[in-house]
């Protein structure tokens, strides 16, 4: 069983910086295999895409709202992923989410990801 944790949300103002993290177990086994990914939803909204990341390679992919702000990274000895905001605005306001995919890399659709952590609220102040 995949445990994703996710930590690092908070408020913020406009223009600042946030580090989410997402910590994944898989029931004491060694993690891998997986795609990662971030997703969020703001208030009133679906969820939509943010980033993905090869677990076992160094491909990424970023929706286009965030390109050039966030960043997706991993570190494979703490089996974490990372999501570094930058330039933070009012609208990136949201629950944020990390999922894993059984796959080897990660899509944009909600539907190709089998496992998701609890989520962290971000805020963002004007």
């Known amino acids: 069983q995949v445990t994703l944790v996710e930590s690092g949300g908070g408020l913020v103002q406009a223009g600042g910086s946030l580090r989410l993290s997402c910590t994944a177990s898989?029931?004491?086994?060694?993690?891998?295999?997986?795609?990662m990914g971030w997703f969020r939803q703001a208030p009133g909204k679906e969820r939509e895409f943010v980033a993905t990341?090869?677990?076992?390679?160094?491909?990424?992919y970023y929706a286009d709202s965030v390109k050039g702000r966030i960043t997706i990274s991993k570190d494979i000895a703490v089996n974490t992923v990372y999501l570094q905001m930058n330039s933070l605005k009012p609208e990136d306001t949201a629950v944020y989410y990390c999922?894993?995919?059984?796959?080897?890399?990660?899509?944009?659709?909600?539907?190709?990801?089998?496992?998701w952590g609890q989520g962290t609220q971000v805020v963002v102040s004007s």
């Open positions: 898989d029931s004491g086994r060694a993690f891998s295999g997986y795609a």
């Open positions: 999922a894993a995919a059984s796959r080897v890399v990660g899509g944009i659709a909600i539907r190709e990801y089998d496992y």
């Open positions: 990341i090869e677990w076992r390679g160094s491909n990424t």
